[in-house]
């Protein structure tokens, strides 16, 4: 009977490659609905992490001593597998907060529709913004520039090289900080029109009293809203591809600052 024996050491390392492969794919938009069943994220995330290690070619980490050292090793694994799935879901939270915020000014804030990504209710125009964010990210080939830098991550932070530093809290704050910048930029030609027309309506209200104004504006608002979303989607597109195009970037700037 033929037997399979592998080294030790082989095990430890895809085990490294595996916890950080999960640890992505659970945080990035795609793959973090709690609607998909965690044995086939966890078979997917081992069957990656079985391809990518004759690929990698990585040198071979000596045999941990004892279980402290292991666990180590797993949780910077954790953490770094968490930081650049993090980088992802930070873009695509900016863009629903564009959605939530041309939603609330068109009136239609208790539209909410199940996320299944968090099993929240959210406006329906944030989910709109999310799931044409999703399409842009694929339809760019976005995906297989991550995998890319998934791919280069071990090659420039291979098992047992993860350094915490400050560089690092500071990136992820700053993208914490650019969610608004994001929302804002990405909803900009919806919040604009949907404010000029909040300012006309107010004016309205004061030169003509008799005017019952909350009675025609939602009606108005939601056309005005809707009609908006339908002319920026060319400028969303271009504006998400160059948001998309960025992300690579620095996501290996911050794996340069952890090596």
Avoid at 150 to 158: A, M, T, Y
Wanted: with cysteine; aromatic share 10%.
């Amino acid at each position: 009977m033929t037997t399979l024996q592998l080294p030790a050491s082989d095990i430890q390392m895809v085990l490294l490659i595996f916890v950080r492969v999960l640890a992505i794919f659970m945080s990035i938009p795609m793959f973090n609905s709690r609607h998909l069943p965690v044995v086939f994220k966890a078979g997917f995330a081992m069957a990656v992490s079985l391809l990518l290690f004759p690929l990698l070619g990585l040198t071979a980490v000596p045999l941990a001593d004892n279980l402290f050292i292991l666990a180590i090793g797993v949780a910077s694994e954790v953490l770094l597998g968490l930081s650049i799935g993090m980088f992802v879901r930070l873009v695509f939270t900016g863009v629903q907060l564009a959605g939530q915020l041309a939603g609330y000014q068109m009136g239609m804030a208790l539209a909410n529709v199940l996320d299944p990504a968090t099993s929240t209710q959210v406006s329906l125009i944030a989910q709109f913004y999310n799931l044409f964010a999703v399409l842009i990210f694929i339809s760019i080939n976005a995906h297989y520039w991550f995998l890319n830098a998934l791919v280069d991550s071990f090659r420039l932070v291979p098992p047992f090289g993860f350094h915490l530093s400050a560089s690092l809290m500071d990136s992820l704050i700053r993208m914490s900080a650019n969610i608004f910048s994001i929302g804002i930029r990405a909803g900009a030609p919806v919040i604009a029109a949907l404010l000029i027309t909040s300012v006309t309506l107010g004016l309205l209200a004061r030169t003509t009293p008799q005017m019952n104004i909350f009675f025609v504006a939602m009606p108005i608002k939601i056309c005005i809203g809707l009609v908006m979303i339908m002319i920026s989607l060319p400028h969303l597109a271009s504006f998400l591809g160059q948001l998309f195009g960025g992300l690579t970037e620095t996501i290996m700037g911050v794996l340069h600052s952890v090596k």
